[in-house]
């Protein structure tokens, strides 16, 4: 989830504890943003700042029965990986999500990163550059694989996963061979017109090819977002035949 430490965060760390706490949850991780948008300037928060925030949390919290962790959302980090080796260096962060926010200069949040093209190609290049991710940056989960088919979706109609099989697996592949934890978002698991049906078959793609943990998060920007279509989520990873992600049973890799 993101904090006010991120631009488009809402909560204090604060008040997502408390919500999570409401919720019944046990453990949470505050992953904000760094992003490098093509416009130069680097988007990151105050780490100092915020890992001081977070000690003051986890003094007021823990007894309560959460545990925080900590953590970031790397943007594009393959593109950038002098910067991230620096970055992850210098603090030492319980979570490290790597995703993709940009292809080829365009904000993949908007339909006009299809402008004038073949929807599959952008596609293509989008697992192709995901794949790359998994094999050169030092992340622990991979975000939103689905990130594309939301705005594909609301330009085309729900992706056909078929003609782009070859390009997907080798992306859920990479990500099995080092050892990421494929995360489910489950913010568009409601949207109509739906795209489920392709999400189970991605995933029982990432279970043949040696994938297992899969985690169903709601990337949560305010605290009323928090655990959001959770139940959908778990369905389609199980009917998958994966196993919800939970940090307390699995160890994150090396």
């Not at 979706?153 to 078929?162: A, K, L």
């Not at 995360?183 to 109509?192: D, I, K, Q, V, W």
């Amino acid at each position: 989830m993101h904090s006010t430490y991120s631009l488009d965060g809402n909560d204090t760390i604060a008040e997502l504890c408390t919500q999570a706490i409401d919720l019944g949850l046990t453990h949470i991780a505050v992953t904000d943003h760094v992003e490098w948008p093509p416009n130069g300037h680097h988007q990151r928060p105050d780490f100092d700042r915020y890992f001081d925030e977070l000690a003051e949390a986890r003094d007021r919290f823990t007894g309560q029965g959460l545990t925080v962790l900590s953590g970031l959302e790397l943007g594009n980090p393959h593109e950038h990986r002098a910067e991230t080796e620096a970055l992850l260096s210098r603090y030492n962060f319980d979570v490290v999500i790597g995703s993709m926010h940009w292809l080829d200069g365009e904000n993949i949040h908007f339909t006009s990163c299809f402008d004038g093209q073949d929807p599959y190609d952008v596609y293509g290049r989008y697992f192709t550059q995901m794949a790359e991710l998994a094999h050169t940056v030092p992340c622990d989960i991979v975000a939103h694989f689905d990130r594309i088919f939301w705005p594909g979706t609301q330009r085309f109609g729900p992706p056909d996963v078929m003609r782009m099989q070859g390009v997907v697996c080798e992306a859920l592949a990479a990500m099995a061979e080092h050892g990421l934890v494929l995360e489910l978002n489950t913010r568009f698991l409601t949207y109509a017109p739906s795209w489920n049906d392709s999400l189970l078959t991605v995933l029982r793609w990432y279970r043949e090819v040696g994938g297992t943990a899969v985690a169903v998060n709601s990337d949560a920007h305010r605290r009323t977002e928090i655990g959001r279509h959770h139940a959908i989520g778990a369905e389609l990873v199980t009917a998958a035949g994966c196993v919800p992600y939970r940090r307390q049973d699995h160890h994150m890799p090396a």
